[in-house]
């Protein structure tokens, strides 16, 4: 195919196009031009050596190629490994951008956003440290965009070399059973010992925050908050919540001497029953959610003149923010009858505006009035809320984090054994009670998000409630790439300013879930001490049903435990310079909007 270019009826020059990367180029060197019109010194100018390059658009989306490399191959099991996808467009100006998805032998390893790297190319990359021991068939996915059309990498194979098993699942089951004089397993059943195991890790990663990672979430347009602990919103999230109310039970039943049949039906003694059990977790379970504020929902409802009224299910407000109807957002701020009538005696009868305050102390329960009649729009809330209530119909997951059920199923013992009963005993209901009280104030000062970063770009971590403190346009600026991420509770995030089209990717660093083990097959990854120690808890919380001086007997172990954690959480916060100002950054909320005064801490409360 070839262009003619003319000039005033003249052919100035014939040339070729050549297709490169969905463009066409047009090139035509040493191109000699008579221009009569340009003079110099009376005679004809002329132009030598002139190269012209035209860039002619063909239309439609164009192809790409998808090539996948890594940072190390082969590497060991558990090391840090980059994998990166480079997308080429061709040579033209433009590069391929949206996402690349990773997956691992077909299982989602993460998304991450392109960034030109010149050339008509663009590269993704993730890390990850859990690709499994192998050959892994490592392909990267492009979803394409307006210009390119999408394309997925050949398998790339990425070797991962086996690393001998410090500790089988197998020697830990069997060395437990051992220890409790019951090497073929008759009194303690090996299902109930891996409930244990698990509990223990559980246990020991919510005390010394053992288990941190990364992963990878997309931001959508427009949206500010983010739950990191549901797998919709965050697919590759390390802290979903999986733990359920009949895993739960079966523990329960396992420590009452009962037959563990989850969630029915019952064929125990006439000294408990599911109700029992069911009632118990609910109450210590709502009880948890409030005390704590570990998790937090965001909603929305109609601002209307009248009083606001919330659903049953709430269990405190903790924010509220005015939405206009033009999209504005101003944060309201608490206050009482008293201080809006000492600042503005006739707040009663303003005409509709933007409301600043509201109040909750003068109000009926379960509602919320602002200082002036709002003009049409909505209110943003942040709630605590109680739990989904529990059926033995069906199965529900709490909103408990899964490492600290372990204080949930302590309170619902300590309701258990303390209440009038042929199965009253005072003594145990008493131990479950301070290790109830006793996890409530860790949960209350414990850690989620760490760091973040969008499209590999730090991001500024701090609280909504500084954010609306001293940046209260926050929430309602024009969208554009977000450079802060703001956390409420364990699991909601926030962005500012709100994303744009970019589709970026989040990477979140987070205290994650305890890789707990299920099969005795499994492999124990652990150090030799924390394996010592983790043994110790397990025979501890196995003797639990013994009840008397024998369970008393084990106290020496839950302190070895608790002695080797709290000298793991130390040694963390001697690793940094920083480290305990990353570890609070996830309470910073609850610091700066306290849920209720310091001579009051719930969580100190003796027995009940």
């Not at 003009?375 to 809320?385: A, C, E, I, K, R």
């Not at 049903?545 to 084990?554: D, H, N, P, R, V």
Request: proline share 6%; with cysteine; glycine share 8%.
């Amino acid at each position: 195919m070839s262009v003619r270019l003319n000039q005033d009826s003249l052919v100035i020059a014939t040339s070729e196009l050549t297709s490169s990367g969905g463009n066409t180029r047009l090139n035509q060197e040493s191109l000699v031009i008579a221009a009569p019109s340009l003079k110099s010194g009376g005679g004809n100018t002329r132009l030598n050596q002139l190269s012209l390059v035209f860039w002619v658009s063909l239309g439609g989306p164009q192809a790409t190629t998808n090539v996948v490399s890594s940072s190390l191959n082969p590497s060991n099991y558990g090391q840090a490994v980059t994998l990166t996808a480079t997308v080429q467009g061709g040579s033209g100006p433009q590069s391929p951008t949206g996402t690349v998805t990773f997956t691992s032998n077909g299982q989602p390893i993460g998304t991450a956003t392109l960034a030109s790297s010149g050339g008509g190319q663009s590269q993704a990359s993730v890390t990850t440290s859990f690709l499994p021991q192998g050959n892994d068939s490592i392909v990267a996915t492009y979803g394409g965009d307006t210009n390119f059309l999408g394309s997925t990498s050949a398998p790339y194979i990425q070797v991962v070399r086996t690393q001998p098993c410090p500790f089988p699942f197998s020697f830990a089951l069997q060395e437990l059973a051992n220890r409790l004089y019951d090497p073929n397993m008759q009194f303690w059943s090996l299902a109930e010992l891996i409930y244990y195991f698990q509990e223990a890790f559980r246990t020991w990663n919510a005390l010394a925050s053992y288990w941190r990672g990364d992963f990878t979430m997309l931001s959508t347009q427009g949206t500010v908050f983010y739950d990191i602990t549901s797998q919709t919103t965050a697919p590759n999230t390390l802290r979903p919540l999986t733990v359920t109310d009949s895993y739960l039970y079966t523990i329960i039943e396992y420590h009452l001497l009962e037959p563990a049949v989850g969630s029915g039906p019952w064929t125990g003694s006439a000294q408990f029953s599911l109700d029992d059990i069911l009632n118990a977790v609910q109450r210590r379970h709502n009880e948890m959610l409030g005390v704590t504020g570990c998790n937090v929902a965001h909603s929305v409802t109609s601002a209307t003149p009248d009083r606001i009224y919330l659903p049953n299910t709430v269990l405190d407000l903790r924010r509220v923010a005015y939405v206009a109807g033009s999209g504005a957002v101003s944060p309201m701020f608490q206050d009482d009858t008293w201080g809006i009538q000492a600042y503005d005696q006739s707040y009663t009868v303003q005409p509709p505006g933007v409301p600043s305050l509201y109040r909750v102390s003068t109000e009926p329960l379960l509602s919320f009035d602002a200082d002036v009649p709002p003009l049409p729009g909505q209110y943003d809330l942040l709630t605590l809320n109680a739990g989904a209530t529990l059926t033995l119909l069906s199965s529900s997951t709490f909103l408990v984090p899964d490492d600290w059920t372990w204080v949930l199923k302590w309170g619902a013992l300590a309701d258990l054994l303390g209440r009038e009963s042929n199965a009253k005993d005072l003594l145990r209901a008493k131990y479950c009670e301070g290790r109830y009280r006793q996890g409530l104030s860790l949960l209350a000062a414990a850690s989620a998000v760490l760091a973040a970063r969008a499209s590999n770009v730090p991001l500024q971590i701090d609280a909504v409630r500084s954010a609306d403190l001293y940046t209260p346009t926050w929430q309602g600026q024009p969208q554009g790439a977000p450079g802060t991420m703001l956390t409420a509770g364990l699991n909601l995030v926030a962005l500012s300013p709100p994303p744009d089209t970019g589709d970026y990717s989040l990477t979140l660093t987070v205290v994650e879930n305890a890789p707990v083990p299920v099969n005795s097959t499994d492999c124990l990854n652990l150090t030799q001490d924390v394996y010592d120690v983790m043994i110790d808890y397990a025979q501890h919380l196995a003797s639990f049903k013994m009840g008397g001086a024998e369970f008393l007997a084990t106290e020496p172990l839950l302190q070895r435990f608790m002695q080797l954690a709290a000298l793991y959480s130390s040694k963390l916060a001697e690793q940094g310079e920083f480290t305990k100002i990353l570890y609070g950054l996830s309470q910073r909320e609850a610091d700066m909007n306290p849920r209720y005064s310091a001579d009051a801490d719930p969580a100190a409360g003796g027995d009940q």
